[in-house]
């Protein structure tokens, strides 16, 4: 590889930012890169030099085995060192690094009265006292603790508590149902529920607690009662002036298991020793959506997880000591993890914790904010672009975005247009996008452009982030060389990939490692350029990504057939123009049953009861019958050419019944249901 040149428009890193960058250019990118792939034991070294290890390591940095073919795949780092997540991201640097009175967030409320600066000592502080509270009710090293929070401060509090006390986080987003919450829980068997009384969403009043109460419920008719105690946060904007409770929200409250958070806080030490763990432990279980519906618990463990976080955010957003950095995710998802929490952290960053939507009180939320705090990096998802696009330049005028030096997007391919936009209005031209591509798997950002180094090309993740080594291959498992097309995969692991599926290894070796023995397999397509830039082409399982959430046809066309009208249901996903995709649904109804706009609402409640909002579907079609192979295979790419209108179907010979989509024709939805 050579520094890129292209025919096609570039775009190239301004000077000004090469000045101090940690990687100024693309040979030193090449150069650490090769040194990465070379030479990892000495290229994770250095990395792993900058943290406290109360032990070190005793065995070599990575060792692994990636080909099921032979035995069981595993990824260990650093084996036998000791170390603690928290301690690591907080003492170390109010201790050793004099950070105490640094900002590590600016926390900003849904509503722009909401507001609060918290220094490194002030977390430090809090997080202590939390995880007294925490082992208070009873948890210890290795149980898991199922937090159910809003995106206020008291979520870091409490994920970093277990982080410091060894006990294993599981975060729902906030947005997810009660169903969705219970079988979570369940498949954790947590021991604790942290949530709190309620949250507003713009202008909506949302009664967490009561969907915690039936989310508990749920799983005790399930016969699974695992959490004992329900620690509730009273919200801020639940509260008034003087801190008191104000009561806008009925929380019923069983005294047993209940608790309030002040009244458990105010007498909690503020010392804590942290658990020394092995650098293997468990540091968090995140649920992600999988193919069959059920939703996977990725797995990540403590000091692979703390090198790979730490030094992809102190690169792809070429973090200095004075940078005000925003990433707008929900830490409900693995860009809140990774880069709100664990990654700026390690470097001792300041960031923007924002609770908020980007419309709400008005459309220049965004804009007002990055004012405000003089946000030098922004990070944030191509949908939410797309949506502020829509408002134009003008709300963007009304405020200094000149803080602003690196911009990065994440969750879904960024169509040009929204590229050109946030690169021409939100960064002035001046600063660098950096398209991340990663998963929730990967733990951190695998294939992205370094703003100082990599030349970029709209819509492309670039180049390899060190330690990676990509390569793409044909439905056969053959390696495609140069320009080439196909499924993207990895062949070694970096020290931030999943471990495991939670208590399920063997989902985990089939899920990613069975199809192409020997890489992990993505569930991406993938191009390569002729200047060897790779760009992301999509899902090409029976996922689908909306508005940069990933869910499985499967999970919502499991909840369709929850509805008593419902003979058979398949989903497929359509172009959108600010949620990236969103579901169109085909349901079949049972016999005498009629399709209308009471059933179309019904079916569109009953998916959002049993996932969540994220997955309310657009559209909802009736099929008379679904278009199948001899052998009763729903034909899903011909389900995905109705639902996009487009009428060349190309080979049909191997349908069943050729006259069934002519009537789905017929019957295609036009407009959003
Ligand atoms: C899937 C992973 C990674 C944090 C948020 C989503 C898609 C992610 C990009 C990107 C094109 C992207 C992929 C991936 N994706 N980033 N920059 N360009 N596609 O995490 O929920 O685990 O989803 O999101 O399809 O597999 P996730």
Redo the contacts with the bound molecule.
Sequence with gaps: MVVPESQEKMYYPPDDLKRDAHVPDFNSYLALYRKSLENPEAFWKEIADEFFWKKPATGPLLQYNFDVTKGNIYVKCMEGAKTNMCYNVLDRLVREKNFGEKVAYYWEGNSPDHHMAITYSQLLSQVCRCANVLKKMGVKKGDRVSIYLPMIPELVYTMLACARIGAVHSIVFAGFSSESLCERIIDASSCVLVTADGVYRGEKLINLKQIADEALEKCREKGSSTVTKCLVIKHPALRTKSGAACNKLQTPWDSDCDVWWDEAMRDSPEECEPEWLDAEDPLFILY??GSTGKPKG?LHTVAGYLLYTSLTFKYVFDHHHDDVYWCT?DIG???GH?YITYGPLANGATSVLFEGIPVHPHVGRFWEIIEKYKVTKFYT??TAIRLLMQYGREPLQKYDLSSLRILG??????NPEAWQWYHEVVGQGRCPVV????????GG?V??PLPAATPLKPGS?TFPFFGVEPAILNEHGEELEGEAEGYLVFRRPWPGIMRSVYRNHERFENTYFKKFPGFYV???GCKRDKDGYYW?T??IDD?L?VS???MSTAEVEAALMKHPAVAEAAVVSRPHAVKGECLYCFVTLKHSREFNHTLQDELKRLVREKIGPIATPDFIQNAPALPKTRSGKIMRRILRQIARNEKDLGDLSTLADPKVVEELFNQRCEAAA
């Design positions: 992600t959506s990725v995710a998802w693995i860009t990774s998802a191509p997007t994440v969750g879904e391919p960024i398209d991340t591509f990663w998963q929730t798997e990967t950002h294939l992205t993740a993505t569930g991406d992301i999509g899902r996922m990504n940069g959430h990933l």
